[in-house]
């Protein structure tokens, strides 16, 4: 069946950099939009950015803008996050998801898959 794998989470000073990385299998990868989630404790699960499929355009919500990059590669069946100047509240359970919804990016139920997630957290 299809299988996203995160990787890359960690523990890591404010200030600092994390890069996450997604591995997709058993998936035409390029007929998926892809997506990064989150999820803290006690809350719901948050939109972080979003790749279109051929990674020309991307979305990001208004609190990662400036400090987040999402990308992908397509040869690989690879989508990256690539988190700069990290914060405490940044602090998370990361999740790498794949839509063939094509809008909407920022609603969790337009994904058809996802990741096990991969735990990121941001000391003060």
């Known amino acids: 069946q299809v299988r996203l794998v995160e990787s890359g989470g960690g523990l890591v000073q404010a200030g600092g950099s994390l890069r996450l990385s997604c591995a997709a299998s058993?998936?035409?990868?390029?007929?998926?939009?892809l997506g990064w989630f989150r999820q803290a404790p006690g809350k719901e699960r948050e939109f972080v950015a979003a790749?279109?499929?051929?990674?020309?355009?991307?979305y990001y919500t208004d609190s990662v803008k400036g400090r987040f990059t999402i990308s992908r590669d397509n040869a690989k069946n690879m989508a990256y996050l690539q988190m700069n100047s990290l914060k405490p509240e940044d602090t998370a359970v990361y999740y790498c998801?794949?839509?063939?919804?094509?809008?909407?990016?920022?609603?969790?139920?337009?994904?058809?898959?996802w990741g096990q997630g991969t735990q990121v957290t941001v000391s003060a």
């Open positions: 058993r998936l035409t990868f390029m007929a998926f939009s």
């Open positions: 998801a794949a839509s063939n919804v094509g809008s909407a990016w920022s609603q969790p139920n337009n994904y058809n898959y």
């Open positions: 790749v279109t499929r051929g990674g020309i355009t991307t």
